[in-house]
Structure formats: structure tokens, C-alpha cells
């Protein structure tokens, strides 16, 4: 399965973007699928996960500001991300939630600064 996260990009504190995460293959639609994120120096950590069935769950630190969905007819996973902190500043990634080590792809760069 190749996973490709797309949609970053530069934004001031306080704005929006909007993530997607596409993936090739069938298995995807049976997957929780998780959003994480590295920041220089820092570990990587998942912010965001859904399961199959649309439940998710998200890290105290973007707790209604983040909300993750899923369109499985398009293997698409998107996460909407709010009143984006300096703090947001990482490079995001999708992978299965628990992560598996092959399905690691590029990640899409997010940088919050005014």
C-alpha cells in the first residue's frame, strides 16, 4: 500500500488547511488510518486516528482544533486543521493506525509562522 499525504503548506497562526492522505488498494477501506506528525528534534506522534467505521480520536494538544475524516469509496483520509499554532509546525504523515513501517511515505510539510 502507498500512502501519499499532501496539503501542507505555510499559514499564519489562527488559519486552516486541510490534509488528504491518499492510498492505493483495497485494504485501506478496512483500516483504522492515523495522521502523525514529527517536528524537528521530537519523536514522531499520532494527533489523529479513524477507524473503519468513521470513530476517531485525537491527541489532547489539537483537540477541537483537528478533525480527521474518511472517504473510503475514494481511499481518501483528510484531516481539517483550525486555529494552527506555532507549535503545529511539523512534517505530517498517514499511515495504518498502529503504524506499519513499509506504508511510511514522504509527508507533507506544515509550517505555521507569522
Known amino acids: 500500500v502507498q500512502l501519499q499525504a499532501s496539503g501542507g503548506g505555510l499559514v499564519q497562526p489562527g488559519g486552516s488547511l486541510r490534509l488528504s492522505c491518499a492510498a492505493s488498494g483495497a485494504i485501506f477501506r478496512i483500516n483504522a488510518v492515523g495522521w502523525y506528525r514529527q517536528a524537528p528534534g521530537n519523536q514522531r506522534e499520532l494527533v489523529a486516528a479513524i477507524t473503519s467505521g468513521g470513530s476517531t480520536n485525537y491527541a489532547d494538544s489539537v483537540k477541537g482544533r483537528f478533525t480527521i475524516s474518511r472517504d473510503n469509496a475514494k481511499n481518501t483520509v483528510y484531516l481539517q486543521m483550525n486555529s494552527l499554532k506555532p507549535e503545529d509546525t511539523a512534517v505530517y504523515y498517514c499511515?495504518?493506525?498502529?503504524?506499519?513501517?513499509?506504508?511510511w511515505g514522504q509527508g507533507t510539510q506544515v509550517t505555521v509562522s507569522s
Open positions: 499511515n495504518n493506525n498502529p503504524p506499519l513501517a513499509p506504508w
